[in-house]
């Protein structure tokens, strides 16, 4: 069965840094992209970053550009988003998902497309 467990969410001041990890089961992780996507209150689900399943290829939305760095582990099946420079519009629920599709059409992809799908976690950033 396939898994996707995020964590590293939380409280930040605007400027400060977290670290998001997407931890992966059941499945081939490194023959998926595995993205980053994200959902504000009262907005759509937005793809952040994608990365390939050799790690070799990123795709960053603009709003995001220069601060999210996307990165993966495929020996321990966990891909990373590094977050800094963080500012109250980044504010939402982070969520990871898997699918086999290139990096930029995943993350522009309608989310609805995407089978797999970690919980959620949950990024404040707020003075």
């Known amino acids: 069965q396939l898994q996707l467990v995020e964590s590293g969410g939380g409280l930040v001041q605007p400027g400060g840094s977290l670290r998001l990890s997407c931890a992966a089961s059941?499945?081939?992780?490194?023959?998926?992209?595995i993205g980053w996507f994200r959902q504000a209150p009262g907005k759509e689900r937005e793809g952040v970053s994608c990365?390939?399943?050799?790690?070799?290829?990123?795709y960053y939305a603009d709003s995001v550009k220069g601060r999210f760095t996307i990165s993966r582990d495929n020996s321990k099946n966990t891909m990373y988003l590094q977050i800094d420079s963080l500012k109250p519009e980044d504010t939402a629920v982070y969520y990871c998902?898997?699918?086999?599709?290139?990096?930029?059409?995943?993350?522009?992809?309608?989310?609805?497309?995407?089978?797999?799908w970690g919980q959620g976690t949950q990024v404040t950033v707020s003075s």
């Open positions: 990365i390939s399943g050799s790690g070799g290829l990123r």
């Open positions: 059941g499945f081939a992780f490194d023959s998926y992209t």
């Open positions: 998902a898997a699918a086999r599709k290139g990096v930029q059409a995943m993350c522009l992809t309608n989310p609805v497309s995407i089978l797999y």
